[in-house]
T-cell receptor
């Protein structure tokens, strides 16, 4: 049973515009959410995270929004750059339950067009 | 360079072969993980080791056998695999139960089973 879902397998955006990636989860025990970025032939690398006590976390061009009532989070990249072309994975864990294992979504492939 | 090194990066094996994947982390972490990534699917947790003790076996077939001799090294022994086991196998480490859920991944071992 997939607890983290990324329903858009791909996204194409023009350089300089905003990229919005969406993620939905079903487990109400999840309280910590992360986004990972993966280039081909490399392992995923941590990008940004958010705790359930917040609804927004910003780091430079990357902002993650959390809507707990909708069990939905999104990643905004603005402005998008060619180097942002990669696969983005949403992940979640239930830290308050001492369950630090991450559940991952299937990923969204972002292509930034010059 | 994430501090997690996996070898080999690529492996081709027949169904009757025995091979091993190796992972080493230089981050002083207490927990190590094996994940499987198949195309267009979420990262699938296979095994978790915390302080060298296996704390999770996610219903993985016995043809995959993990070994964790110390908190810096993790192996995945492979024998009599099936073609559907072809995937990218990712090793990761974290601070274990005290962490914030962030995983540090290696670059992966791309396995092809003929």
């Amino acid at each position: 049973d997939q607890q983290v879902k990324q329903n858009s397998p791909s996204l194409s955006v023009q350089e300089g515009r905003i990229s919005i990636l969406n993620c939905d989860y079903t487990n109400s025990m999840f309280d910590y959410f992360l986004w990972y970025k993966k280039y081909p032939a490399e392992g995923p690398t941590f990008l940004i995270s958010i705790s359930s006590i917040k609804d927004k976390n910003e780091d430079g061009r990357f902002t993650v929004f959390l809507n707990k009532s909708a069990k939905h989070l999104s990643l905004h990249i603005v402005p998008s750059q060619p180097g942002d072309s990669a696969v983005y994975f949403c992940a979640a864990s239930a830290l308050r339950s001492n369950d630090y294992k991450l559940s991952f979504g299937a990923g969204t492939t972002v292509t930034v067009r010059a | 360079e994430t501090g997690v090194t996996q070898t080999p990066r690529h492996l081709v094996m027949g169904m009757t072969n025995k091979k091993s994947l190796k992972c080493e982390q230089h981050l002083g972490h207490n927990a190590m993980y094996w994940y499987k990534q198949s195309a267009k699917k979420p990262l699938e947790l296979m095994f978790v080791y915390n302080f060298k003790e296996q704390t999770e076996n996610n219903s993985v077939p016995s043809r995959f056998s993990p070994e964790c001799p110390n908190s810096s090294h993790l192996f995945l022994h492979l024998h009599t695999l099936q073609p559907e086991d072809s995937a990218l196998y990712l090793c990761a480490s974290s601070q274990g139960s005290l962490n914030t859920g962030e995983l540090f991944f290696g670059e992966g071992s791309r396995l092809t089973v003929l």
